[in-house]
């Protein structure tokens, strides 16, 4: 079997390139890979559309690399918290594009996206402008709207333990989106 350990975090990141799309896990602070974010950093790799639950909090890790101006789009469900200044500023001035997308909505979307699954219908978003531009049809007397799964060229993880198999053992909620990103 393959060895899926590697040496470093330098070298972890060094296959993401312009543009790509990252799931980065995470749950505010908790489960945030924050070595490998600031790797990717240093790595100076741009125009990356990030998929995370927010848009990180203080001036590290995510809004770190939204900072760096590395991140042209962010795909989540909670744009702003409460110490989050770096993307509001960054979205009012034009700078970086956002696609909001309820939680459970998005945990779904990724996992389908894991799956295989091109799309599945939900009624989240029903009747508000998260709608917008989305098929809507009704089943059984219920509007739902059509969600696409979510993929990704690579995943950044924070584990408490790995095997060299590529098994891996959280600590306690830095579990989050970390399962399914790993998976999509």
């Known amino acids: 079997m393959i060895n899926k350990r590697i040496g470093s975090v330098a070298e972890a990141v060094g296959d993401i390139f312009d543009g790509a799309t990252v799931f980065v896990g995470g749950f505010g602070e908790a489960g945030s890979p924050i070595e490998l974010i600031h790797a990717l950093i240093d790595l100076g790799t741009k125009n990356l559309t990030v998929v995370n639950n927010n848009t990180g909090s203080g001036e590290v890790g995510l809004a770190a690399l939204i900072k760096a101006g590395r991140v042209a789009k962010m795909i989540c469900s909670y744009p702003r918290s409460a110490n989050s200044t770096v993307f509001p500023e960054l979205y009012r001035d034009g700078r970086i594009e956002l696609e909001l997308v309820p939680q459970g909505t998005l945990a779904e979307r990724i996992r389908a996206g894991g799956a295989g699954i091109p799309g599945f219908f939900t009624a989240t978003s029903v009747g508000t402008p998260l709608e917008e531009g989305k098929e809507r049809r ?47």
């Open 138 to 184: 009704t089943f059984d007397g219920r509007d739902y709207v059509l969600e696409r799964g979510l993929s990704a060229d690579f995943a950044l993880i924070k584990a408490k333990q790995a095997d060299t198999h590529g098994n891996l053992i959280y600590n306690k909620t830095a579990r989050n989106f970390a399962p399914i990103m790993a998976a999509a």
